[in-house]
């Protein structure tokens, strides 16, 4: 149930940012997720629009954008993007890999009026 805690943190960024802006009503978030951030998205979606009751997010469209897995061999350099369910080096097929990108999770931007 982690995903309260994160929707609740997203959304005093959200009227935070849109204060900032002068804007009055936000009708839309643009998020920003690898695909190893654990974090459900119809659950996410769902308790924001619980959460934004009241406010000037209320009804704001929620959109996921995904990052997908990246690593980098340590044992032959290879970088590029796996499969998260076989995980495997591209050049050499070993294990020994680093995460580059997958896990990020974050607002990339709003829309308001």
Do not use: N
Not at 38 to 58: H, K, Q, S
Not at 75 to 88: A, E, N, S
Request: hydrophobic share 45%; glycine share 10%; aromatic share 6%.
């Amino acid at each position: 149930m982690h995903e309260m805690a994160i929707t609740e943190s997203l959304l005093r960024i959200t009227l935070a940012e849109a204060a900032k802006a002068g804007a009055t009503r936000v009708t839309a978030l643009h998020i920003k997720m690898g695909a190893y951030a654990d974090i459900v998205p119809t659950i996410l979606r769902e308790y924001f629009a619980i959460a934004a009751r009241g406010t000037a997010a209320e009804g704001a469209r929620v959109e996921i954008g995904r990052i997908p897995v990246t690593m980098r061999c340590r044992t032959c350099g290879w970088q590029g993007p796996v499969d998260k369910l076989h995980i495997r080096c591209g050049g050499c097929a070993g294990t020994d890999l680093q995460l580059l990108t997958g896990r990020e999770f974050y607002l990339e931007s709003l829309e308001a009026e």
